[in-house]
């Protein structure tokens, strides 16, 4: 029997970074915390992480396993990161690397394969920046679109990060898709030069509400991070669209 509509996840988001190592899983994971807190239940998915390590029980990548850790409904690791691969190159290289092909209709594929599980809220990290390639045809950026998801930004505060975040959000929208709202990130200890301004201008420019600022915590441990970082975050936006 199929199942009905309104016990299917009924928010979901692809969260895209500027760039690499900006910390998508991170505050992907601080939202997810920050749901939960508001009683929410929710979902997320890797589909494809690089950098993992090989462990008893297989493949594994620590951001996809922070993202496992944070969300409320059980998950087995292969449905949150179907596609797992070693070396921590860019993706479409490792997966040759590996003879593996990816295609963004497989993605979309896994995607919805969660998607029909009950949730109030959903998130897909994705890899990299919005272009970064699956294959020599293909972008990530393929498959959000085919989803037809609003996105989350993760914009790091340091130099270039308006530049980046703006090319970002046009590249987004020239997509077909929906900015719904953006993270500031601290990925350094070092505070940027002028950072209220920077922030000042981002919220102004962006055209989508700013989520939160994250701060630079050294010493917390990786599992209480989502915790901690939460309380800088207001997720409303993203629920009540």
């Known amino acids: 029997m199929q199942q009905e509509p309104q016990k299917m996840a ?52 620590e951001d996809a396993l922070m993202l496992q850790a944070a969300i409320t409904e059980e998950l087995p690791y292969d449905a949150l990161n179907p596609i797992a691969l070693e070396p921590a190159i860019a993706p479409h290289v490792a997966a040759q690397q590996a003879g593996k092909n990816i295609t963004a209709q497989r993605l979309v594929g896994f995607c919805r394969g969660l998607q029909i599980r009950p949730a109030d809220l959903m998130l897909i990290e994705g890899a990299g920046g919005w272009r970064v390639p699956l294959n020599d045809r293909e972008t990530y950026a393929a498959v959000p679109r085919e989803l037809g998801l609003d996105v989350v930004m993760v914009v790091p505060l340091k130099l270039g990060c308006i530049n980046h975040a703006m090319l970002t959000a046009e590249a987004i929208r020239a997509d077909g898709l929906f900015v719904a709202g953006w993270v500031a990130n601290h990925p350094e200890e070092n505070v940027m030069s002028c950072e209220q301004d920077t922030l000042n201008y981002l919220t102004t420019h962006l055209g989508a509400p700013c989520l939160g600022v994250l701060p630079w915590l050294d010493g917390t441990p990786a599992d209480q991070l989502p915790k901690v970082l939460a309380r800088f975050l207001n997720i409303r936006p993203l629920i009540e669209i």
């Open 10 to 61: 009924k928010k979901t988001y692809f969260v895209t970074g500027t760039d690499t190592g900006v910390g998508k899983t991170i505050a992907a994971a601080a939202i997810l915390e920050a749901a939960r807190q508001l009683g929410k239940r929710t979902l997320a998915m890797k589909p494809i992480a690089s950098g993992c390590e090989q462990t008893p029980d297989g493949l594994r990548n």
